[in-house]
C-alpha cells in the first residue's frame, strides 16, 4: 500500500504541476443551523488574489444592451453577452434577495476544457447570475442558460447555491472542443457547445461541503428539468450521461452513472489535498466520521465519504466561522504537530506542495486555514427577516485562522472603504488596507505562531462575538424601519455594515502594533505599572525542540565541562 501511495504522488507531480488545491465551500442546511439560518461559506485562496470586497449596484438597461466579460482570474476579454433588462445589487458574492453562491475548481479531465471560443468562465458566471436570480433555483437555470447560449470556459466547478430556504450543490464541466481523427485533427461537426452539470440540493437538517474534487456521485437523473417544481431536487443537463458514454468514460447502466467518477475520477492527491478538507469538516460536526480516515490520507479510494451528513448538533454561525479555521487540528493530520511546524508549531506550511527526496515523493498537508487566501466568507440567509436585512455576509480576508468576520448586510448599498475594490493591490502596498494589515498580523505571527496567537484570537474573539451581538439588535431594528421607510432602513444597514467593518481594520492595526512591540527581537515584554522597563521574559525554543537540535548536531553546541 505504501509504495502505491508514492507512485500515485509521483503521478501528481508528473501530470498536474500547476494543480494549487485552491479553495474550500462548506454549506449548511435550514435544519442544520440554530437560529433557521441557511449558510454557505467560501474561502478564495490564491497566491495572486488580493482580498477585497467587491459591489455592483442594482441597474436597469436599454433593450439589446450587450455587456462585456471578462475572465474572473486573468482580467482577459472573453466577449460579449446579452445584458439582463434589470439587475440586483451585489456585495461579495450575495445579492440583495438573500442569494449567494461560492465554489471550488475540480479541474477534471482536461481535454473537456473549451478552447474553441466560450465566453462565460465560471467567476463571470458567478457574479452576472448573482446580478440576475433571486433563489438558488433560479440561479441554477439561469448559469445553465447562459452556459449553452455562450459556451463554457473553465475547468471542472463546484459551486455552492443558497438561498433563505434552500442549500444546493452543483458541479459543471466543458464538453472539450470535440473528437479527433486518427491525425489528431478535430472532427468536423463533432464539437458541442456548453457543459454537462447535475445540481443536487442538501436535504434539510444536513451539512456538505467540498474543496476542489467533485463529490456528486450517482444520482436519479432527470430526463425534464421542472424548475417550478419545488419537488423536484436533482436538475442536471440531458446529456450528462451521453457526453460521458461519447467520450469513453463510462460504459455500465445509466442508474449506475456517477458524476465525479466519470468527469473527475478520484486519485491520491484529490483525497489527500482536496477530500480531506471535506473530512476535517464532517469529522469536527459528526462523531462516526473517523472511519473515513484513511479515505482522507488518500490510503483507501475506495472508503469514500457521503455527499452530505447529518451533524451531532446544529450549527451557530460562529460554529461555522471556526470551521473555517480548521488546520487539521487534533487529528492525525494535525499540521502544528510535526517538525515543519519550526519550533513554534506554525500552521502553515509554504509552497510548493509536493517535494521529492532521493526519488521518493512527498506532500505538505492542505488545510482550509491556509495562508495564500486573499478573502473569505460566511454567509447567513434568514427567511423570516426582509431580504436586504435577511442576507449577512460575514466578510473577512487573509489566513482564515486569524481574520475577522465582519457582518455586511445584503441590503447595504456601499462597502467598506478599507475592503473597497481598488483600494491597494496585490503589488500596490496600502498601510490601512484590510488586506494588507490583515497580513502584518498573521505574517508576523508566522514567525513565533505558538506564543503570538493567543493575543490574536482575543481581540478576534471579542470583534466577532460583539457583531453577533450588535446584529441581532440591527436585524429587530431595520425591520421595523423597513415597513415605514424601506430609505432609511438601507441606510441604516449600510452605515452599520461599513463602519463596523473599518472599525476592525483600526482594530487590527492597533493589534499589530501591540505585537510588534511586545515579541520584538525574540522577547515577551510585559508593562510593569510605575516602571520604565518592561517585564521581560524569553521562553526560547522549548525542550522539544532543543531536543531535536541536540540529536542533529551531537556535542556542536554542548557546553565545555558539561557531565550531561
Given amino acids: 500500500m505504501k509504495k502505491q501511495i508514492l507512485a500515485l504522488t509521483c503521478l501528481i ?4 504541476p500547476g494543480v494549487s488545491f485552491s479553495c474550500s465551500n462548506i454549506l449548511v442546511t435550514k435544519g442544520a443551523s440554530t ?53 440586483y445589487s451585489v456585495v461579495g458574492n450575495m445579492n440583495e434577495h438573500q442569494l449567494v453562491i461560492g465554489e471550488t475548481t475540480f479541474t477534471g479531465r482536461e481535454e473537456l476544457i473549451d478552447t474553441s471560443g466560450a465566453i462565460m468562465d465560471y467567476g463571470s458566471l458567478i457574479y452576472m447570475t448573482l446580478q440576475r436570480a433571486k433563489t438558488a433555483r433560479e440561479a441554477i437555470k439561469i448559469m445553465t442558460e447562459l452556459v449553452a447560449e455562450y459556451g463554457y470556459a473553465s475547468s471542472g466547478e463546484s459551486m455552492s447555491f443558497a438561498d433563505p430556504n434552500e442549500v444546493w450543490i452543483f458541479e459543471i464541466i466543458g464538453k472539450g472542443n470535440g473528437k479527433k481523427d486518427a491525425k489528431g485533427k478535430f472532427v468536423k461537426g463533432s464539437y458541442k457547445k456548453g457543459a454537462v452539470w447535475v445540481a443536487v440540493r442538501i436535504p434539510d437538517g444536513y451539512i456538505s461541503a467540498h474543496a476542489n474534487q467533485a463529490r456528486i456521485r450517482t444520482f436519479a437523473y ?18 450528462v450521461i451521453t457526453v460521458a458514454r461519447e467520450m469513453g468514460y463510462f460504459k455500465g447502466e445509466d442508474k449506475d452513472f456517477s ?36 479515505y482522507a490520507k488518500g490510503e483507501n479510494l475506495t472508503n469514500r465519504m457521503p455527499l452530505y451528513i447529518k451533524p451531532d448538533k446544529k450549527l451557530s454561525v460562529h460554529d461555522v466561522m471556526e470551521l473555517m479555521r480548521d488546520y487539521y487540528q487534533n487529528t492525525p493530520l494535525d499540521m502544528s504537530q510535526d517538525v515543519g511546524a519550526g519550533p513554534y508549531k506554525c500552521i502553515v506550511r509554504w509552497r510548493p ?9 512527498y506532500v505538505h498537508e492542505r488545510a482550509i486555514s491556509t495562508q495564500q487566501t486573499g478573502f473569505s466568507f460566511v454567509s447567513q440567509s434568514r427567511s423570516w427577516l426582509p431580504d436586504p436585512v435577511g442576507g449577512i455576509f460575514w466578510f473577512g480576508v487573509d489566513d482564515t485562522y486569524s481574520t475577522v468576520y ?12 478599507k475592503f473597497a475594490e481598488g483600494y491597494g ?23 513565533r505562531y505558538n506564543v503570538m496567537i493567543n493575543d490574536i484570537q482575543k481581540v478576534q474573539k471579542e470583534l466577532e462575538t460583539n457583531f453577533i451581538t450588535y446584529t441581532s439588535v440591527i436585524d429587530k431594528s431595520a425591520a421595523e424601519l423597513f415597513k415605514t421607510d424601506p430609505a432609511k432602513a438601507t441606510d441604516f444597514i449600510t452605515e452599520f455594515s461599513c463602519t463596523n467593518a473599518n472599525y476592525t481594520v483600526e482594530k487590527w492595526q492597533e493589534l499589530y502594533h501591540y505585537l510588534f512591540v511586545r515579541y520584538l527581537d525574540g522577547n515577551v515584554k510585559t508593562a510593569v505599572a510605575g516602571q520604565k522597563n518592561p517585564k521581560v521574559e524569553q521562553p526560547g525554543y522549548g525542550e522539544e525542540w532543543l531536543r531535536r537540535i541536540v540529536k542533529e548536531t551531537g556535542d556542536r553546541y554542548k557546553a565545555h565541562g558539561s557531565s550531561h
Fill in 13 to 16: 507531480f508528473t501530470l498536474v
Fill in 222 to 239: 432527470q430526463a425534464v428539468n421542472k424548475w417550478d417544481d419545488p419537488k423536484q431536487e436533482i436538475f442536471n443537463s440531458p446529456d
Fill in 425 to 447: 493591490s496585490m503589488m500596490e502596498f496600502k498601510a490601512d488596507a484590510a488586506f494588507w494589515v490583515f497580513n502584518q498580523v498573521s505574517n508576523l505571527a508566522y514567525t
Fill in 259 to 294: 458524476f465525479c467518477d466519470a468527469y473527475a475520477p478520484i486519485n491520491f492527491g484529490g483525497a489527500r489535498f482536496c477530500e480531506a478538507r471535506v473530512w476535517a469538516v464532517f469529522n469536527r460536526c459528526n462523531s462516526d466520521m473517523g472511519k473515513y480516515l484513511d
Fill in 35 to 87: 437560529d433557521g439560518s441557511t449558510m454557505i461559506t467560501y474561502s478564495a485562496d490564491s497566491h495572486v488574489l488580493y482580498g477585497e470586497l467587491y459591489y455592483r449596484p442594482a441597474a436597469e438597461y436599454p433593450d439589446n444592451t450587450m455587456v462585456d466579460v471578462y475572465e474572473w482570474d486573468t482580467g482577459k476579454y472573453m466577449g460579449k453577452i446579452k445584458q439582463a433588462r434589470k439587475t
Fill in 353 to 361: 506542495m509536493t517535494w521529492e527526496i532521493d526519488g521518493v515523493g
Fill in 406 to 417: 465582519s457582518p455586511i448586510y445584503c441590503g447595504s448599498k456601499a462597502v467598506p472603504s
